[in-house]
């Protein structure tokens, strides 16, 4: 079955400066995509940013990018710039080639930003 | 495009009721799944549907839960007999078809006393 691991449960950072967050995965697939989800306290899941495990080249929106690393199964979310309205939960996700795009998520990781 | 809609937002029943939850997808999206979340954790897949027709379910599903999409548009999941331990936030996403990146509605609130 596969994991997903996000072994930090909460972090923080000062406005304007940069975080990343951490995410580890498990799997035997070869195909399969990686997400990163936002949820803030009203609790509408939103998408940050998306990586197809094929591409080598690190997705990136705006002020988030990723660091995919698929032989170490490492993919994680680094926020440049933060702001304010970056405090939320932030999930990474799983989703297999063969699963029907179901996804396979992680336990989270709270992030505070501090003015 | 109005984004995924569930109603209703809360619910709160008595252990041994049944309830009943409504899901409206993205228009064209033929994917549906829902998704179980309790307090301070990450959503856990329940079914998936593809139009119409369910093509998976979690063993979370038990036969207390029961999922339908008649027609392939809204979908309804229906929790019969209660029991507190189905507290959670239940979620729902929508995708288009070929590809694989899931829209989240608001969710509905469940809290069985």
């Known amino acids: 079955a596969q994991t997903v691991t996000q072994s930090q449960p909460e972090m923080s950072v000062q406005e304007a400066e940069t975080v990343t967050l951490s995410c580890t995965y498990d799997?035997?697939?070869?195909?399969?995509?990686l997400f990163w989800y936002k949820q803030p306290p009203s609790r509408q899941m939103i998408l940050v940013i998306r990586?197809?495990?094929?591409?080598?080249q690190n997705a990136t929106e705006n002020r988030f990018s990723v660091n995919f690393q698929k032989a170490a199964k490492s993919f994680s979310l680094k926020i440049s710039d933060s702001q304010l309205g970056d405090a939320a939960m932030y999930f990474c996700?799983?989703?297999?080639?063969?699963?029907?795009?179901?996804?396979?998520f992680g336990q989270g990781t709270i992030l505070t930003v501090h003015p | 495009d109005t984004g995924v809609s569930q109603n209703p937002r809360h619910k709160i029943t008595k252990r041994g009721q049944n309830v009943t939850f409504r899901c409206d997808p993205i228009?064209?999206?033929?994917?549906l799944y829902w998704y179980r979340q309790t307090l301070g954790q990450g959503p856990e897949f329940l079914t998936y549907?593809?139009?119409?027709?369910?093509?998976?379910k979690s063993r979370l599903l038990s036969d207390r839960f029961s999922a339908e999409r008649p027609k392939g548009s809204f979908s309804t999941l229906e929790i019969q007999r209660t029991e507190q331990g189905d507290s959670a936030m239940y979620l729902c996403?929508?995708?288009?078809?070929?590809?694989?990146?899931?829209?989240f509605g608001p969710g509905t609130r469940l809290t069985v006393l």
């Open positions: 996700a799983w989703a297999g080639g063969t699963s029907y795009g179901k996804l396979t």
């Open positions: 799997t035997s697939e070869s195909d399969y995509y």
């Open positions: 990586q197809e495990a094929y591409k080598q």
């Open positions: 228009s064209e999206h033929n994917r």
């Open positions: 549907f593809q139009n119409e027709a369910q093509l998976e």
């Open positions: 996403a929508s995708s288009p078809p070929q590809v694989d990146t899931q829209y």
